[in-house]
């Protein structure tokens, strides 16, 4: 009987040895079934739904921002609110610093400066104790002092010699553009008066009313003096 009862549990109980492995078999299709669904949801959500929804958002509250913030004269794109440009004449107010860079077309892999390199956003990373930056701060402020008649000793602010970490920043303090207002209406040959009320259009307050200082638009402001003067004005650089 004992041998009789072996023999029936061995004939009918599945071999645990033979079980595991025809296991194993079965389970990777379904592993791999639930991988691919898996990943073609998150695609379809995050690189699909999700941006097409953003954009939507974007474009249906915030259309001016959302294409760039971009300024338009006479039909034709002259730049963006959010990015600087360089201005070096008498007449025009002048942005922060910029320490921006692009290939040296004399030297592969090498690079030169261009100041307000759209293309290639970024800082000289130089520390506050760096020998370079220390001598350019100084021939900044030298000149600074010099273009804008103040005496030697006259304070200059720090957003009107250091650069900022973008090297594309389109704004500068209220205090760096109220010491080039005298230049600006003296080449202009206006009222400072009447300088100080289009500087004021052109100042943006502190967003949300707590982040950051209240600053000034170069571009926007530059734009509106040569709008208002076009046969006073002159080529930016």
Do not use: C
Not at 111 to 137: C, F, I, R, W
Not at 142 to 164: E, H, I, K, M
Not at 181 to 191: E, F, G, I, K, N
Not at 210 to 223: A, I
């Amino acid at each position: 009987m004992k041998t009789s009862i072996q023999t029936l549990s061995a004939s009918v109980l599945p071999n645990p040895a033979q079980a595991q492995p025809e296991a194993q078999n079965a389970s990777w299709p379904r592993l791999l079934g639930s991988s691919v669904r898996a990943a073609l949801l998150v695609m379809v959500v995050s690189g699909i739904a999700y941006p097409l929804m953003t954009t939507g958002v974007a474009q249906a509250l915030f259309p001016h921002a959302a294409n760039g913030s971009l300024i338009e004269r006479q039909g034709r794109i002259v730049g963006s609110a959010l990015i600087g440009q360089q201005f070096t004449g008498r007449q025009y107010f002048q942005g922060r610093p910029s320490a921006t860079m692009a290939p040296d077309p004399s030297q592969e892999g090498a690079s030169v400066a261009a100041p307000y390199n759209a293309g290639l956003s970024g800082a000289s990373n130089q520390g506050a104790t760096h020998k370079d930056l220390s001598e350019a701060v100084a021939q900044r402020v030298a000149q600074y002092r010099a273009d804008n008649g103040l005496a030697a000793d006259q304070a200059v602010p720090v957003d009107a010699v250091t650069a900022s970490a973008s090297g594309l920043d389109p704004h500068i303090s209220l205090a760096n553009a109220r010491l080039q207002l005298p230049r600006v209406a003296q080449a202009r040959q206006m009222s400072q008066a009447r300088l100080q009320e289009m500087m004021a259009q052109a100042t943006q307050q502190r967003s949300l009313g707590l982040l950051g200082e209240p600053r000034v638009n170069v571009l926007q402001l530059n734009l509106a003096l040569d709008a208002m003067q076009p046969d006073n004005s002159a080529a930016k650089e």
